[in-house]
Every structure is written in C-alpha cells, then in structure tokens.
C-alpha cells in the first residue's frame, strides 16, 4: 500500500522536509537521486512528489490525492509521468530512447514532464550514457528522479547532475510494521528488529531456516542451563556444534543469546516493551523471578565477553563450552 505524505514524514523527515521546502519555495531541481535501502520509502516518496509537481489542488507542499493528476499518478496512468523499472535484469537502452522520444513531444496536457526510474544502478552501459546525454540537456520544465539502494554503483557523472537525498534506515518501530506488511508473524518481525535495520536483511532472515533453528536452539540452550544446567554441555556437543559452523553462524547465535539475556534484564527492571522474544516472554517472565538481576547481568556480560574473543579469532567451538560452562555457574 502506498504511504501517505503524513506517513512518510514519520519515516524520513528529514527527506520530507528538503522536499516540502523546495515545493514550497518553488525551487525544484530538475534531476534527483534518491538512494537508501530498501524499504525506506524512495518509492512513495517520488510519487508523492510527483503529485505534488502536478496538482492541482495543493495544499502547501502536499498534494491533494482526489484530483485527476493525482489519482491518474497514483494508478500509473498520467500521461505525462513515466515510471521505469528494469525489463528483467536491467534497464535497456530502449527504454531511455522511448522516453527521450516521448518527452521530445510537447507535453500532452501539460507542459511539464516527469520520469522516474527504479534501480537506476540497473542500467546497461548504452543505457546509462543515453540517459547522461538526456541529464546534460534539461528541457525547461522535465524532472527526474532516479532511485537506487546502490548509489557507488552509479556514474560518477550522473551522481554529479542530481541532487542526492539520503533515506535514513528505517527505525525498529518502522520495520517492525513493514515486516508485519510483508506477512511476518509480529514476534519474528519483534526479533529481526533486534539484529537488523535493513529491511532487506530481516526477510532474507525471516526465509532463512538456518536462522529459524538457531532461534530455537538459542531458547533450547538457555533452557538446560535454568532446569538441568549439568546437561548443558552435552546439549553444545549433540545439538549445537552441529548447527554452528562458522564464525558469522557463531556471531548471530551469541547476539541471540546476547538478545535473550537482555530481555531477562529489562523484564527484571519492569521494561517489557522493548523485548526481542516476545514469542518466549512468558517463560522469560518466570525465569526473571527466579534470578536476580546482578546475575541477569553478569550472564549478559559473559556473552559479550564471548562475542569480543570470536571477533579476536578464538576457537569458536572452544568458546562457546568455555561461555556454558560460565553460564552453568550462575
Ligand atoms: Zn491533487
């Protein structure tokens, strides 16, 4: 669903406000590069702002969205506002010529034109140095706005004829709902928000099922070190060195654990809004009443003490026996 020009200023006002000004100031540049990961709102941003440039109902910067140039932008139907994205792999030379030749025509209705592409840094070479010819020779009243999560990957010349706005990663509030958007259950979308602020990444790890069995055997180790903590190391030789294999394996397992012991902290502190398993609440509820809070912290400070030594290259599996069996001692 697209995201309202309200909506937006929540997510990146900083972008927002640059853009409101210019709008207001009637100083808008003819080509503009939006570059940031994904999920941070280019999209809806450039359509907002295309709105924005055509209405005809304006109020201040912010565009009506009833009028005919506003519902016509939104439903990719104006005749005067062309949106690109790559054919397949990339965007082809093609497309730059067939927008060069429809923007050669007088505007249909308007005199002013609008084109904005999608993963700009997608384009062939012919395609990119079509575009950099159309970028050198603005005609009076045609804008662009290019959008790219890969900015390094662009022309240096192209860059250099835009006006660059940053989009901010997004907060762990704002990915939070825009993983429960792409059908991620609240209490994983709750966890990812932990680990990552790219969108990208956290359904890359919502679809991972290395990363879904770490979870859980995260929760599992942490379960025979509170019932039956002479068990533990057992459970690191049978179940976990199977799974961990590597160092950036060993690196997302301590930051879960690292995770879970965190919110054993800020349950015991009353603190039960920023949590990350929030699925396992309950039963970290009941562990909190049964430890004390120094504990709670000398535990999380005994996995972060592991997290410094695997970056120092220690062993990995030596470590994690020498941080169980800290953590047995309580
Ligand atoms: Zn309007």
């Not at 939104?74 to 790559?86: A, G, K, L, R, T």
């Not at 790219?198 to 890359?204: R, V």
């Not at 049978?238 to 060993?250: A, G, N, T, V």
């Not at 999380?300 to 030594?309: F, P």
Request: neutral net charge.
């Amino acid at each position: 669903m697209v995201k309202t020009w309200r909506e937006l200023e929540d997510i990146q006002p900083k972008v927002m406000k640059m853009i409101e000004n210019s709008l207001n100031k009637g100083r808008i540049s003819h080509a503009y590069l939006f570059e940031g990961g994904r999920g941070t709102g280019k999209k809806d941003v450039s359509f907002q702002m295309a709105k924005s440039l055509f209405c005809t109902n304006r109020d201040g910067a912010k565009p009506c969205s009833t009028c005919s140039n506003c519902r016509r932008i939104e439903s990719q139907n104006h005749p005067d506002v062309h949106f690109i994205s790559p054919e397949g792999q990339s965007i082809k030379k093609e497309q730059i010529q067939y927008l060069q030749a429809e923007f050669q025509r007088t505007g249909v209705e308007s005199r002013k034109k609008l084109y904005i592409i999608e993963h700009v840094n997608k384009m062939t070479p012919n395609a990119a140095n079509s575009l950099l010819k159309f970028l050198e020779e603005p005609h009076a009243d045609t804008y662009a706005i290019l959008l790219t999560e890969q900015v390094h990957q662009l022309l240096d010349t192209i860059v250099s004829r835009c006006q660059v706005l940053s989009f901010q990663p997004l907060t762990p509030q704002v990915l939070v709902d825009t993983l429960v958007e792409h059908s991620v259950s609240p209490s994983t979308a709750q966890l990812l928000s932990h680990l990552t602020n790219s969108l990208e990444e956290a359904l890359q790890l919502n679809e991972d099922e290395w990363f879904g069995l770490a979870r859980k055997l995260v929760i599992k180790l942490n379960e025979t070190l509170v019932t039956r903590p002479e068990q533990a190391l057992f459970f690191i030789q049978e179940e976990w060195i199977s799974h961990f294999k590597d160092k950036e394996q060993y690196e997302k397992g301590l930051h879960l654990l690292l995770l879970l012991y965190r919110d054993l902290v800020q349950l015991q502190a009353d603190n039960e809004q920023t949590i990350a398993f929030i699925g396992y609440r309950e039963q970290l509820k009941k562990q909190a009443l049964q430890t004390t809070q120094r504990k709670s912290v000398q535990r999380l400070e005994a996995v972060l003490k592991a997290k410094q030594k695997l970056s120092s290259n220690m062993n990995p599996q030596l470590l994690i026996e020498e941080l169980v069996l800290e953590l047995q001692e309580g």
